[in-house]
């Protein structure tokens, strides 16, 4: 019995150094864990305190505008002066000398221009009224009273006018022209100028021959009626 009760007190005690044992490691990594994040705060404050230092400081714009203005006077000691010589400005031209214009010696009066008198009125009786009267009928020669089979057709106009000049024409040369007159239905009235008057058709080829020489143009046979 005696020995049951101290094999169960050794087990006992060997627990409680076991439990003993695990609290004290148990608090040991607790201060390790501690320490270590302190250190690690610590390293990161060095660290950027030394980031801080070696990036360079924005300057203030007060600190900006007196360094531009030492560069501008440090540009403005350095460059070269340049000495201003003053353009002489020409000299003022001298007065002229007073001319004495001679008075012109006074001229005769201008002798008065005769003026021409005033022109006569003429009179201008009223024109008197111009009468158009219609252009007398131009005579034109008759044709024969036998005009035969064939005669030479010299030309037809539907003007009578120029059926006359140009029977007119035919006489100058020495032909006896005549004009006949010729209703055609549906264009009116036509003036033949004719000359001649044949019982044969080959007759009045000769004779055309002739009249064609003569007036230097070209005619035609036609039947008389």
């Known amino acids: 019995m005696v020995q049951s009760r101290g094999v169960r007190d050794g087990h006992r005690l060997r627990e409680k150094i076991e439990v003993a044992i695990d609290d004290r490691q148990v608090a040991a990594l607790a201060v390790g864990a501690l320490l270590l994040l302190a250190g690690m ?4 404050l060095l660290v950027g305190m030394q980031i801080a230092r070696r990036s360079p400081q924005p300057a203030l714009a007060g600190d900006l505008a007196a360094l531009d203005e030492q560069r501008a006077n440090a540009q403005r000691s350095a460059a070269p002066k340049i000495a201003v010589v003053p353009e002489p400005r020409p000299a003022a031209p001298k007065p002229a000398a007073e001319l004495t214009v001679a008075a012109a010696p006074a001229r005769p009066e201008a002798a ?26 131009v005579a034109m ?10 005669t030479v057709q010299l030309g037809a106009s539907q003007d009578g006018a120029d059926a006359a000049r140009l ?11 005549y004009v006949a007159e010729a209703r055609l239905p549906g264009k009116g009235v036509w003036y033949r100028v004719r000359v001649g008057a044949f019982a044969d058709k080959d007759a009045a080829e000769r004779f055309r021959r002739d009249v064609e020489r003569e007036l230097r143009t070209s005619v035609v046979v036609m039947p008389a009626r």
């Open 41 to 44: 705060f610590a390293l990161g």
């Open 167 to 177: 029977a007119a024409r035919a006489a100058a040369v020495g032909l006896k022209a």
């Open 112 to 137: 008065k221009k005769e003026v021409p008198p005033p022109p006569t009125t003429v009179s201008v009786a009223p024109a008197r009224a111009v009468v158009v009267t219609s252009e007398a009928p």
């Open 141 to 150: 020669p008759e044709p024969p009273a036998d005009p035969g089979k064939y």
